[in-house]
């Protein structure tokens, strides 16, 4: 089933336009749960309530509000919100190429497909085409649900792939860390057997290979339930001790991979 896109725009580098259409890259397959109440199972629902009359408030009565000081509130209208975002609204603006194996993944959020746009083809597969041979990566910007984002542009699996990255001020400091102090730096022996260990669990990416075990887990148990089936709940295991020789683990480890 075709999937529909969720933003129609133009992606804009130097004079080039590129009419392209947004399509989310990944879909959450979380387990989610509803509270219910537990003496006769049904839904609980949260309403709006008015914090001044204490009365419920239907949703045709709220409107978006931002408190500029205690009690003062700024009211907004869905369409002066949308017009903040101005000649941008409908614009991903490139504003550098750069290496794309130089982006740390730290900075990525979330992953979009772009498709070609009405009239686009051709630009379309000349910019895919021009990201593949060079390996770079476009950076720039767009409006979407009414906040900016910085985004990087890339050639994936023969088509563009826009990720919604983070500012360099919402990536935590390392050196913020709440960290004891490190032990004197490991020997030689020590570096050499856990490259030894690292080598020896290589394998290439194949992201078919990992199933979510814990999501399988839940459902398992839900349709247990759902059965009428009694779940017994296994003992929990002890954690394993640090060991107090990391050269005689690393040894056993080794011996383990062979």
Same mark, same amino acid.
């Given at each position: ?42 839904? =609980? ?6 914090? /001044? ?10 409107? $978006? @509000? ?27 603006? =490139? ?10 993944? =730290? ?6 497909? +772009?498709?070609?746009?009405?009239? @686009? ?6 910019? +895919? ?11 720039? $910007? ?23 990255? *983070? ?11 709440? #960290?004891?102090?490190?032990?004197? *730096? ?6 050499? #057997?856990?490259?030894? +260990? ?17 999501? /399988? ?10 059965? @009428? ?30």
């Amino acid at each position: 089933m075709a999937r529909r896109s969720i933003w129609n725009g133009t992606i804009a580098f130097g004079s080039v336009r590129v009419p392209v259409k947004l399509h989310s890259a990944t879909e959450s397959k979380t387990v989610r749960f509803r509270e219910v109440h537990q003496s006769d199972g049904a839904k =609980i629902e949260h309403k709006r309530f008015c914090s /001044k009359e204490d009365k419920e408030v239907p949703s045709k009565e709220t409107v $978006r @509000g931002f408190e500029v000081r205690a009690g003062k509130w700024v009211v907004l209208e869905k369409e002066e919100v949308d017009a903040a975002a101005g000649e941008q609204a409908k614009v991903i603006a =490139i504003e550098e190429f750069v290496p794309a194996g130089d982006i740390d993944p =730290i900075y990525l959020d979330k992953g979009y497909y +772009l498709g070609v746009g009405e009239d @686009g083809a051709k630009a379309y597969h000349l910019l +895919l085409e021009a990201l593949e041979q060079t390996g770079r990566a476009g950076i720039g $910007r767009f409006v979407f649900h009414n906040r900016e984002y910085l985004v990087a542009l890339r050639a994936h699996d023969s088509v563009l792939a826009l990720h919604t990255l *983070r500012f360099h001020d919402e990536v935590v400091d390392p050196d913020d860390l709440e #960290m004891p102090d490190l032990p004197r *730096r490991s020997s030689q022996r020590e570096v050499k #057997m856990a490259g030894r +260990l690292v080598e020896s669990l290589h394998a290439d990416f194949a992201p078919r290979r990992y199933k979510d075990a814990y999501r /399988k887990a839940v459902l398992e148990l839900i349709e247990s339930k759902a059965k @009428g089936r009694k779940v017994e709940l296994p003992e929990p295991e002890e954690p394993e001790e640090q060991p107090d020789d990391l050269a005689a683990a690393l040894e056993a480890s080794l011996a383990g991979s062979r």
